[in-house]
């Protein structure tokens, strides 16, 4: 199992990042996914979930409205559109798939596979 994320960057407070995860080795659309990030000196925390079919989505209430996810079951990729970028927005964002999950999960401990990172830094 491969994830492979990207799309991060630099980019000034109220602007806009769509990050991408690819993904490769397992059946992509039969699991749920998720994005999580890690700012500097805290934990990792849950970000944006999506269900199977991407009928499901799930938010921390803190870029509820400001961030979108979603999947392509067809191209085997995820995606977190962020808009409205906050300094507090800045961390390492992460994407990461379930097994045996159809359904969203804010649980870490339900997610085995791991992409590696890709930075994201919001200037004020």
């Known amino acids: 199992v491969q994830l492979q994320a990207c799309g991060g960057g630099l980019v000034q407070a109220g602007g806009s990042l769509r990050l991408s995860c690819a993904a490769s080795?397992?059946?992509?659309?039969?699991?749920?996914l998720g994005w999580f990030r890690q700012a500097p000196g805290k934990e990792r925390e849950f970000v944006a979930a999506i269900s199977w079919s991407g009928g499901t989505t799930d938010y921390i209430d803190s870029v509820k409205g400001r961030f979108t996810i979603s999947r392509d079951n067809i191209n085997n990729t995820c995606y977190l559109q962020m808009n409205s970028l906050k300094p507090e927005d800045t961390a390492v964002y992460y994407c990461?798939?379930?097994?045996?999950?159809?359904?969203?999960?804010?649980?870490?401990?339900?997610?085995?596979?791991w992409g590696q990172g890709t930075e994201v830094t919001v200037s004020s």
């Open positions: 080795g397992f059946t992509f659309s039969s699991h749920a």
């Open positions: 990461a798939a379930t097994y045996g999950q159809s359904k969203t999960t804010r649980r870490l401990s339900q997610y085995p596979y």
